[in-house]
């Protein structure tokens, strides 16, 4: 079975562009999490879809932003490129969107964002 | 308040020996899951294993098991003969119960050299 697929492995950008990840899920997963990894930093919950809606949304601003195709896969947009977005950013999904605790998120590889 | 604390940055442990890889955690709710994830070089999460917090015994996956001390509010890993392999950056989360069923909180990691 195939785990969580991201793509690009590297993106580099420049400064006020725009940058798209993606991510496929496991088969039959239905939810889908994006978190950022700062360099040497642990990982900051970004957005939750499940079932080509947006659930939750952590702390970052507005020019992030998604989106959640009838496939399940899903995009990262990023606007605005600022040099602080340089990071990791980690996929997950899951199989149950929510009421089960032990709900275990399956991670991609990740796509390594520089802003230069 | 940290959601999540790792306080060992880094971890120098023998081979086949064991090693306590320590998490405390802030939660006001009387349901939530406790993880831990293992991320090797190539940037991929790793599930490892997981504790409820209404399992009354410690979670054990095969060398792992979880020190789920509820009252110190404390839920350290322990891998028993260590191998080369665990080298890595270990990352304890916790998922509440209510609204944000699907946000973890990730600590800032602890990063486990194992020795030959």
């Known amino acids: 079975e195939a785990g969580v697929t991201q793509s690009p492995t590297h993106l580099i950008k420049t400064r006020g562009q725009q940058a798209t990840l993606r991510c496929s899920p496991i088969s039959g997963h239905t939810s889908v999490y994006w978190y950022q990894q700062a360099l040497g930093l642990g990982l900051q919950f970004l957005l939750w879809?499940?079932?080509?809606?947006?659930?939750n949304r952590g702390n970052f601003p507005p020019r992030f932003s998604g989106r959640q195709f009838p496939n399940y896969s899903s995009e990262l947009n990023v606007n605005a490129l600022e040099l602080e977005d340089s990071a990791l950013y980690l996929c997950a999904s899951s199989k149950v969107a929510g009421g089960i605790l032990k709900n275990i998120q399956y991670f991609g590889a990740g796509t390594r964002l520089s802003v230069l | 308040a940290q959601k999540i604390t790792q306080t060992q940055p880094g971890m120098f442990v023998q081979e086949k020996e064991a090693v306590t890889l320590d998490c405390t955690y802030d939660?006001?709710?009387?349901?939530?899951?406790l993880f831990w994830y293992k991320q090797p070089s190539s940037g991929e999460m790793i599930f490892l294993i997981y504790q409820g917090s209404y399992d009354e015994q410690n979670a054990t996956e095969g060398r792992y098991s979880l020190n789920f001390q509820k009252a110190r509010k404390s839920a350290n890993l322990v891998i028993s003969a260590s191998q080369l392999g665990d080298s890595a950056m270990y990352f304890c989360?916790?998922?509440?119960?209510?609204?944000?069923?699907?946000?973890?909180?990730f600590g800032s990691g602890t990063k486990l050299n194992v020795k030959p």
């Open positions: 879809y499940d079932e080509g809606e947006e659930r």
């Open positions: 939660t006001s709710d009387q349901s939530y899951g």
């Open positions: 989360a916790m998922r509440e119960g209510g609204y944000n069923f699907n946000k973890f909180y």
